[in-house]
């Protein structure tokens, strides 16, 4: 054994006890709060002391791995064992979206949830078998680099650049947006202030320390995000079913909630509510095609209904009734409209409950075809798009060797895996609760937490009594996602404790997600840009430098983006999925197994498969329709096949192989270097043999 | 030194293992997702196209890539390209 395998070997074993220790010490931690709030500490600071252990711990990290050497900057030295590896690459991967959204998607739209399930997780197949280990074997420090070397001249390079750009920058406007939320929720502070306040973490971090720094904290991330996740899921399934194994049991619970369902659907009260909403949508409609009159005549109407009764002297409860009514009555005809805007689009509460189970439930068969249709597409656009995030391809230039690389690749899902697994789960043990106890239940007997979540956020949970009953009607509550992670220590009766491990749960996603991307920009311009095509002579150290200060400025405008709190933020995380795939993969994937593509294939490819995507999304979305032509949103738009914006992926993928195949096959083959090139990155080893 | 012949045997097995492999990733994927509707029998209290789709698939996707590890790990061996002892 050599001296380098040894002292590798020494670093595993000495990481291992390092987490060890962490993981206890993460463990003390949190019991010792827990103690601390039996004593009586308030929850505002307990808050406090989350978001700033967790903070400092991270900063910590950062400092301690500080370095100004380009291959520890740029790839941690090369030196990650491929299981550490795989948990930095799953705190990488695994975004407040996926944290904190996930559940949430999962109860709110069941079946067809799982596209995010099975999307995020089946394109580290495509990462494993078609990219990671030659990307390593490669060996350069990131994925523009190698559409360089593959693809020869500047040009292709610099394509490579303005879509990893593109693309990280969208997704890490969203992580920003993300802290902001948490931080907000976790000690009270301003949006603002928790922006920048999670951004000091993110940048003590990475600014120090690069790659390295950002791996050892992703570890540690990972570690605190897990940990988080699990132990609310588990107690409410004990609580539950008796068993602390949700993913095994859920499935009676899931058979429960479909029992349920069938009740809701005919139960007279609900059809009661969903009548009211029904009624009240069509005459919104019928009120906005003449707002002036419908605000005028309605105004008269209640007048007149009130002058009446008092002519009639009817007693005074009916008079006091028609009062109520009168007053209820929008003060002036905007605010009429806005409500009337409101009731129409409620309309979708007259449905009853969907199926959680039931796949692309839909009222005719050609509604459901649609669905699946785009079900599928968005699980290709979400997977293909997972093989070609330029943040996650550069995780595997990290490990030691090519053999490290694909096991690698296997740790980074299984780490991934245990939390996908484990949302579906959490999703229909929180609908039961919400069926079950909440449903039915006395407006006076709600349970605790549901009280204090609808006052605390009514975007997260409000509960109307719509047709005055007393009891809770299932279409009274409109429920937004993000309770179901955030209100389950609650749910489960857990002390305050678990929601404050929660909150550093979701802040360790996002602030772990949010350094990898801005890495990457940063990398993007000061190695790929500024190094390769710039000034070729650049020494390291200004290299390292640039990159710092790049990642100062690319920060700032992100957390200034995410502080404007720009609408559909999620839609956008979801199309950076789209445009990475249309743009890398094909590009990447061809590069390796195909010898005779050529440069301006490549080229051509990455720009028709970005174009044709970008067309799409900025053509048939709603906002971004009226961002880009000022069509108004109300017009329907024109889909191909009635693929819905999101998945624009699907057309820009097989163009962008196209092009690249067709081109390739006019234009001369590359040079013997460049095939040399495909052919070493091919093997493993090709001298040894 | 291995021949060119060896060298393109080994390229050869790769595509073949790769290709088999992305073949169930797209079974599990994309047939079963089609006919979601259709496989929706009852699977230990899961409507069995659910369960693929929650945890089913998520299995066989970490097993095709622990598998891809282990058979191109040995096959580097086999054909003398593994990395050496200076990695």
Redesign the interface.
């Known amino acids: 054994?050599?001296a380098?395998?040894q002292s590798q070997k020494a670093f595993k074993a000495q990481l291992t006890k390092v987490y060890a220790f962490y993981t206890g010490g993460f463990f003390l931690f949190v019991a010792a709060l827990a103690i601390l709030e039996q004593m009586g500490m308030a929850r505002q600071t307990m808050g406090y002391v989350f978001l700033v252990a967790t903070i400092l711990l991270y900063a910590g990290i950062g400092v301690m791995s500080r370095t100004n050497d380009a291959s520890e900057y740029y790839v941690a030295g090369r030196r990650v064992p491929a299981m550490f590896n795989g948990m930095a690459t799953g705190a990488d991967w695994m975004s407040a979206a996926s944290f904190i959204g996930m559940a949430g998607t999962l109860y709110l739209s069941g079946?067809n949830g799982?596209a995010f399930?099975?999307g995020w997780?089946?394109g580290?197949?495509?990462v494993?078998?078609?990219l990671a280990?030659y990307l390593r074997k490669f060996g350069q420090f990131t994925i523009p680099d190698f559409l360089g070397a593959r693809y020869g001249g500047h040009i292709p390079r610099f394509i490579g650049i303005l879509i990893a750009i593109l693309v990280s920058f969208t997704y890490v406007v969203a992580q920003i947006y993300g802290v902001g939320l948490i931080t907000t929720r976790l000690t009270g502070v301003d949006f603002q202030v928790g922006v920048f306040l999670g951004l000091a973490g993110i940048l003590v971090c990475s600014f120090l320390g690069g790659m390295k720094a950002v791996t050892w904290t992703q570890v540690a991330q990972y570690i605190i995000l897990i940990i988080a996740y699990m132990i609310p899921v588990v107690w409410l399934s004990v609580k539950q079913t008796g068993i602390p194994v949700p993913?095994a049991v859920y499935?009676?619970q899931?058979?429960k909630v479909t029992a349920l369902e069938q009740k809701l659907i005919d139960d007279p009260k609900e059809k009661e509510v969903r009548q009211i909403f029904r009624d009240r949508a069509a005459a919104a409609t019928e009120a906005l095609k003449d707002p002036a009159k419908a605000y005028t005549d309605g105004k008269a109407r209640l007048e007149k209904d009130l002058a009446d009764l008092k002519a009639a002297n009817e007693d005074a409860g009916k008079v006091k009734a028609a009062e109520d009514a009168l007053g209820r009555w929008p003060k002036d005809q905007a605010a009429a409209t806005a409500q009337w805007t409101r009731d129409r689009a409620a309309a979708g509460r007259a449905n009853p409950p969907a199926r959680h189970?039931?796949?692309?439930a839909g009222k005719d068969e050609k509604a459901?075809d649609i669905a699946?249709r785009n079900?599928?597409a968005l699980?290709?656009c979400l997977?293909v798009g997972t093989a070609a995030l330029p943040h996650i391809l550069m995780r595997y230039y990290t490990t030691?060797?090519?053999?490290e690389a694909?096991?690698s690749?296997?740790w980074s899902?299984?780490f991934i895996?245990l939390l996908?697994?484990t949302a579906?789960?959490l999703a229909v043990l929180v609908k039961f609760v919400m069926y079950n106890d909440v449903v039915g239940t006395a407006f006076t007997s709600l349970p605790a937490w549901a009280q204090a979540w609808a006052k605390v956020d009514p975007s997260l949970l409000s509960i109307t009594d719509v047709n005055r009953d007393g009891i809770v009607q299932l279409a009274e509550i409109v429920i937004g996602g993000d309770i179901v992670v955030l209100a389950t220590p609650e749910i489960a009766g857990l002390p305050y404790v678990v929601s404050g491990l929660v909150a550093a749960g979701g802040l360790a996603a996002a602030l772990s997600t949010a350094d990898g991307l801005l890495l990457t920009i940063a990398n993007a311009l000061s190695h790929d840009l500024y190094y390769k095509m710039i000034d070729p002579n650049a020494p390291t150290s200004r290299r390292v430098l640039l990159s710092k200060i790049l990642l100062l400025v690319v920060a700032a405008l992100a957390a200034y983006v995410a502080s404007l709190k720009i609408a559909d933020i999620l839609f956008l995380v979801s199309a950076a999925f789209s445009l990475a795939a249309a743009g890398f993969f094909p590009a990447l994937v061809l590069g390796v197994?195909w010898k005779r593509t050529t440069g301006i294939a490549a080229s051509l490819g990455m720009l028709a498969g970005v174009g044709v995507t970008f067309w799409y999304m900025i053509s048939t979305h709603p906002w971004l329709r009226e961002v880009f032509f000022g069509t108004a949103r109300s017009v329907a738009p024109d889909l191909w096949w009635d693929i819905l914006p999101i998945s624009a992926g699907v057309f820009g993928v097989p163009l962008g192989f196209l092009v690249i195949i067709l081109v390739s096959l006019v234009t001369p083959a590359p040079s013997k270097e460049t095939q040399d090139m495909v052919q070493n990155v091919?093997?493993?080893?090709?001298k040894?043999? | 030194?291995?021949s060119t012949a060896k060298?393109d045997e080994?390229?050869q097995r790769?595509?073949r293992i790769?290709g088999i492999?992305?073949g169930i990733?797209f079974i599990v994927?994309?047939v079963v997702?089609?006919f979601?509707?259709e496989l929706?029998f009852?699977?230990?209290?899961?409507?069995f196209?659910?369960?693929m789709?929650?945890?089913g698939?998520?299995?066989i996707?970490?097993l095709?890539?622990?598998f891809?590890?282990r058979y191109?790990?040995n096959m580097?061996i086999e054909?003398?390209?593994?990395?050496?002892?200076?990695?």
């Open positions: 054994m050599s380098a395998m079946y799982l399930i099975m997780t089946g580290y197949v495509l494993a078998l078609l280990p993913q499935g009676n899931l058979e189970g039931e796949a692309f459901r699946r079900f599928l699980v290709f997977m030691p060797s090519v053999k694909r096991s690749v296997t899902l299984f895996f996908y697994f579906p789960a197994f091919r093997y493993p080893n090709l040894a043999a | 030194m291995a060298l080994y390229w790769n595509l790769t492999l992305l990733w994927t994309f997702g089609w979601a509707r929706s009852s699977f230990f209290g899961w409507p196209s659910f369960y789709g929650a945890q698939s998520l299995v996707y970490c095709i890539i622990w891809y590890a191109m790990n580097d054909y003398g390209v593994q990395e050496g002892e200076e990695e």
